[in-house]
């Protein structure tokens, strides 16, 4: 998919191409990525007026060969939302259904903090239409109230939903399995 992406980008250039979740594309065959790998650093793209954007909550299954600077021009690494960027992300969404003056320092602490794991921008928009259907509903604004019951009814979703981004290291990993052993 990825490859034919690429050549209707070119094709209509100029273009930026977005290729979400990097990581499953840059796995498979070899023939493949190398195809791939050639494309996007070889001689018929460097003239080309696309932009390539992709996009990955696993940067270490990406394939190395993908990393090289003649692929991409750079990285950049993004950490999840703290608590000013959580409540800069809930007015966002909730627009004019939620009041100026609103207080959401509660709730953006809450998302944005490991209660029990930190919240994407997906799940803080998620809670912010949860919160907009019900105020809908009642005919009223969205209070932190609604926000935060949201927040915690989505907390075994956001546990499972989140990736984890940074992995163990082979001692934790050990440590992990050992505790795992012993409590079975």
């Known amino acids: 998919f990825a490859q034919s992406a690429m050549m209707v980008a070119k094709a209509v250039q100029p273009s930026v191409l977005h290729l979400e979740d990097m990581d499953d594309a840059?796995?498979?065959?070899?023939?493949?990525?190398?195809?791939l790998l050639n494309k996007i650093s070889g001689?018929?793209?460097k003239d080309a007026d696309v932009?390539?954007?992709v996009t990955t909550n696993f940067l270490e299954r990406i394939d190395r060969g993908f990393l090289?600077?003649?692929?991409?021009?750079?990285?950049v690494e993004m950490d999840?939302?703290?608590?000013?960027?959580?409540?800069t992300i809930i007015r966002a969404y909730a627009g004019k259904k939620l009041r100026a003056d609103e207080n959401l320092q509660g709730v953006a602490?809450?998302?944005?903090?490991?209660?029990?794991?930190?919240?994407?921008?997906?799940?803080?928009?998620?809670?912010v239409t949860r919160s907009k259907i019900r105020a809908v509903?009642?005919?009223r604004e969205i209070t932190a109230e609604d926000l935060q019951h949201y927040?915690?009814?989505?907390?075994?979703?956001?546990?499972?939903?989140?990736?984890?981004?940074?992995?163990?290291?082979?001692p934790e990993k050990l440590a992990s399995g050992l505790r795992g052993v012993m409590n079975s």
């Open 109 to 127: 602490e809450y998302l944005a903090g490991n209660n029990p794991t930190p919240s994407t921008p997906a799940i803080i928009a998620e809670v």
């Open 51 to 53: 932009i390539l954007l």
């Open 137 to 139: 509903r009642d005919g």
């Open 43 to 45: 001689v018929d793209s």
């Open 68 to 75: 090289r600077p003649d692929r991409f021009d750079f990285i």
């Open 151 to 170: 927040s915690e009814q989505m907390a075994f979703q956001r546990e499972i939903a989140v990736p984890v981004y940074k992995s163990e290291t082979l």
């Open 80 to 87: 999840l939302p703290d608590v000013a960027t959580t409540e």
């Open 26 to 35: 840059s796995t498979g065959r070899r023939d493949n990525l190398n195809y």
